[in-house]
């Protein structure tokens, strides 16, 4: 069982950024797309972000189109999402996920039940 670990959530205002890190094994990263989703209190988990396995594509929700970035370093196996001007509604529960299928499409990054890993999450708070 692959493990991933988040990191870098936090209580920010409105109009702040924040970095979020996921970090997980060479095994896990060198064969796997990566994803970000979210999960606000009483509602369901959604796709935010995800980067290919190769880094050469990425999909946005377009809540967080101009807003998030989310990359990848190989040489860390690390995924990032850096959130800029965060808004009160940007408040969820941060998860990341590793895909390992073969089949890409926005479709498919952006489906939680296509992803075999998963961490345990990350507060973000924006709140004023």
């Known amino acids: 069982q692959a493990q991933l670990v988040e990191s870098g959530g936090g209580l920010v205002k409105p109009g702040a950024s924040l970095r979020l890190s996921c970090a997980t094994s060479?095994?896990?990263?060198?064969?796997?797309?990566m994803g970000w989703f979210r999960q606000a209190p009483g509602r369901e988990r959604e796709f935010v972000s995800a980067i290919s396995w190769t880094g050469d594509s990425t999909f946005h929700a377009d809540f967080v189109k101009g807003r998030f970035t989310i990359s990848r370093d190989n040489a860390k196996n690390t995924v990032y999402l850096q959130m800029n001007n965060l808004k009160p509604e940007d408040t969820a529960v941060y998860y990341c996920?590793?895909?390992?299928?073969?089949?890409?499409?926005?479709?498919?990054?952006?489906?939680?039940?296509?992803?075999?890993?998963w961490g345990q999450g990350t507060q973000v708070t924006v709140s004023s």
């Open positions: 996920a590793a895909y390992t299928g073969t089949y890409y499409s926005a479709s498919t990054y952006s489906t939680p039940d296509n992803y075999d890993y």
């Open positions: 060479e095994h896990t990263f060198s064969r796997s797309s």
